[in-house]
């Protein structure tokens, strides 16, 4: 008996081979069938997106490695805490070149013949470098001494009020000839030796 049961499924037909064609109908079928629809309301809102917004700071590395008369006004600028202005640069630029002149800005490392830190009261003292220059400029100017010239530079718009404030503060014994002895031309871009940078 069990011989014959054996014998019996060896010679049972084998189911046949799957029809390839046939099983691609049948999953094509299956994944139509998944699909899915969403019916959204027409009175449903989008929901809002935001960009990310980024502000870039000039810092000091980056005004050292540039360099300039104009990299020296902003960082003075930027120690103060006043705004970097068009306005700013312009009256730090035409400041210095009534103090030193424009070809020799670094002069003494004392863009502005600063006494305040320089071991030079009246002025002819010298910093190690442009930044400590840039640190006791913007020091000096918001010291109290000179209130009118830090609330200019605060509003940062505009280089000729700022100059009329200079003139009029004891910053100079010659109050700049009280504008006479002022430039208002265009100023020059003129980078200063790397040692005045301490670089």
Do not use: C
């Not at 008996?1 to 010679?11: K, Q, S, Y």
């Amino acid at each position: 008996m069990v011989l014959g049961t054996t014998v019996g499924l060896a010679l049972a037909p084998s189911a046949p081979a799957p029809d390839p064609a046939a099983a691609m109908g049948v999953a094509e079928a299956s994944v139509a069938d998944a699909v899915q629809s969403i019916d959204v309301h027409e009175d449903a809102a989008a929901p809002t997106t935001t960009e990310e917004s980024y502000v870039a700071s000039t810092g000091t590395q980056t005004l050292v490695a540039g360099g300039t008369n104009v990299d020296w006004a902003k960082l003075v600028l930027i120690d103060g805490g006043w705004p970097v202005s068009d306005e700013n640069v312009t009256f730090m630029m035409r400041w210095m070149r009534q103090e030193n002149g424009a070809d020799n800005w670094w002069n003494r490392n004392n863009p502005l013949n600063n006494g305040q830190g320089s071991g030079g009261g009246s002025g002819l003292g010298s910093y190690p470098d442009l930044v400590v220059a840039a640190y006791y400029a913007a020091e000096n100017l918001q010291s109290g001494r000179y209130p009118e010239v830090d609330a200019a530079l605060a509003r940062g718009d505009s280089a000729d009020a700022t100059a009329q404030a200079i003139w009029a503060s004891p910053w100079a014994g010659s109050h700049y000839g009280y504008g006479t002895h002022w430039s208002s031309r265009p100023y020059e871009v003129i980078e200063a030796p790397a040692d005045a940078w301490g670089r």
